[in-house]
């Protein structure tokens, strides 16, 4: 482990599948010293995303939903390999929704650095993105060629992305091409799910006022289901994973008729 963030991720990875770490096995892990283990549940805990225990940590239950920042480093090359595949979907002139995430913020990334997008030094924009997410806004607006859209709302620091009736007051006047949902779960019997229920109704707002609904998932999201709804399967036109997604994973989301895209 390189980097402190990547370390205090996966520290934070290991709590929320075990509830509880101990130093040392903590640090045999991640093949690092038991000192730094310690600095690094120390600093964790000054962020107050752990609480530290004689010998390790417990986890507090914002950890169940983990901060983006602490996200990023989790299954990063297979987001961006889906990200790229996921701008591909696009045409020039289209309007794009993008919810927040990891992975919609290599979307993002990867819409905004297309080559034949890119027209910096043209007069009009040739793509136009409405998001919710504040990253994602920071990143676009200083691309020429992008009209950039962000609704109002509340903000959750957790996530980046805005909240709440001002947000969906702006979604429901306007209309989309694509939108690109990244989730924490997609299964066959409950859809698209989000851990936060303020942020699955401000995503499915999106995926109405869209034309095709792209979800972007890595394997380790499928077949899984969270707190709160975003929206059926049946809603869902496109799925895109990594190219290492089991075939099992894949097949309920066949089945339902939704077009699989592997990356």
């Known amino acids: 482990m390189a980097t402190p963030q990547a370390r205090w991720s996966a520290l934070l990875e290991m709590l929320t599948r075990d509830g509880r770490i101990e130093v040392e096995a903590a640090a045999a892990e991640l093949a690092v010293s038991a000192a730094t283990i310690r600095r690094d549940l120390d600093e964790l805990a000054r962020q107050q995303m752990v609480t530290r225990t004689h010998g390790g940590a417990v986890i507090n239950a914002i950890a169940y939903d983990l901060p983006l920042r602490y996200k990023a480093a989790r299954h990063a090359?297979?987001?961006?390999r889906i990200a790229h595949a996921a701008a591909g979907l696009v045409k020039a002139g289209a309007v794009v929704g993008l919810n927040g995430g990891t992975t919609t913020t290599e979307v993002a990334r990867a819409l905004a650095t297309r080559s034949d997008l890119g027209s910096e030094g043209g007069a009009d924009p040739s793509l136009t993105v409405v998001t919710n997410a504040l990253n994602i806004a920071?990143?676009?607006v200083v691309r020429r060629h992008v009209k950039l859209v962000v609704t109002g709302g509340v903000a959750r620091p957790a996530s980046y992305e805005l909240i709440g009736p001002l947000a969906t007051e702006l979604l429901a006047e306007i209309t989309l091409d694509h939108v690109f949902i990244g989730v924490d779960g997609i299964d066959a019997v409950h859809g698209a799910t989000a851990h936060h229920e303020g942020e699955a109704s401000i995503n499915r707002m999106l995926a109405r006022r869209a034309q095709q609904v792209v979800v972007v998932a890595d394997s380790s999201k499928?077949?899984?289901?969270?707190?709160?709804?975003?929206?059926p399967l049946e809603d869902v036109h496109v799925l895109v994973t990594d190219k290492d997604?089991?075939?099992?994973?894949?097949?309920?989301?066949?089945?339902a008729g939704v077009e699989i895209v592997r990356a």
């Open 138 to 140: 920071n990143e676009l």
């Open 77 to 80: 090359p297979e987001k961006e």
């Open 245 to 255: 997604a089991p075939a099992g994973l894949i097949e309920p989301f066949v089945a």
């Open 222 to 231: 499928l077949g899984k289901r969270a707190f709160a709804r975003i929206c």
